[in-house]
């Protein structure tokens, strides 16, 4: 049985400007760093310790990779890079406001009322609307999403470590989610620098908590 621990990135400047922020990217604020610090603590407090480490290939994702492991007395494991774990490009609406962006998405394929706080479900639906309201072609949708998902779930097959490390996005998260869990889930994003718990027997995935800051 492997125990996967999907960690958010910690807050950062456009996070805290509300605005998107897919292949974007832009720095860890302080607070952002010091979520990311007292998530490796926690971790450490928890005596949980990694065999592999794996970090989307962004910046923000890559510092708060590296903080957790110094932090949480797992400083010499390996930290490997994958654009599997890199949050959702956006286009051209990059670094729009959020709700401005998905309720644009929303009207874009007939799905009224979408904001940022909307259902996993439904964002997958509206990134379909992101992908139309794209100029540059950079845009992806579900099928695009699911298409990485799949590429992870092999590379976790293939991985013999039994805890592994996962620093992603909130968006990515959620979408992962919903492809292991499609069943009744309605979260709409995970908090900064927050723990979701997922153990996989390499068939099955059995979902312990999501987006936890504390009591790991």
């Known amino acids: 049985m492997k125990t996967l621990y999907f960690i958010r990135h910690g807050e950062t400047l456009l996070n805290l400007l509300n605005r998107s922020q897919g292949w974007a990217d832009s720095p860890l604020t302080d607070n952002g760093i010091d979520q990311a610090e007292t998530i490796g603590q926690a971790l450490k407090a928890k005596a949980i310790h990694f065999d592999s480490a794996y970090t989307s290939d962004s910046g923000r994702a890559r510092q708060t990779a590296h903080l957790i492991l110094n932090h949480s007395d797992n400083a010499a494991v390996p930290l490997n890079e994958t654009e599997d774990l890199r949050e959702i490009s956006f286009g051209s609406c990059e670094a729009m406001d959020n709700h401005q962006m998905w309720a ?21 639906q509206a990134l379909a609307g992101i992908k ?14 699911h298409a990485r998902i799949d590429d ?5 097959k ?9 620093v992603s996005h909130s968006l990515m998260i959620c979408c992962i989610l919903h492809a292991f869990f499609p069943e009744g889930l309605k979260i709409d994003r995970v908090p900064n620098a927050s723990v979701t718990k997922i153990r996989f027997d390499g068939n099955q995935f059995f979902l312990d908590y999501i987006g936890r800051t504390e009591n790991l």
């Open 104 to 124: 644009a998405a929303g009207e874009a394929v007939g799905i009224s009322g979408m904001s940022r706080k909307s259902p996993i479900d439904l964002k997958l």
């Open 132 to 145: 139309k309201l794209d100029t540059i072609s950079y845009a992806e949708d579900a099928d695009q999403i």
């Open 152 to 156: 992870l779930v092999r590379m976790l």
């Open 158 to 166: 293939n991985d013999p470590a039994a805890h592994i490390l996962l």
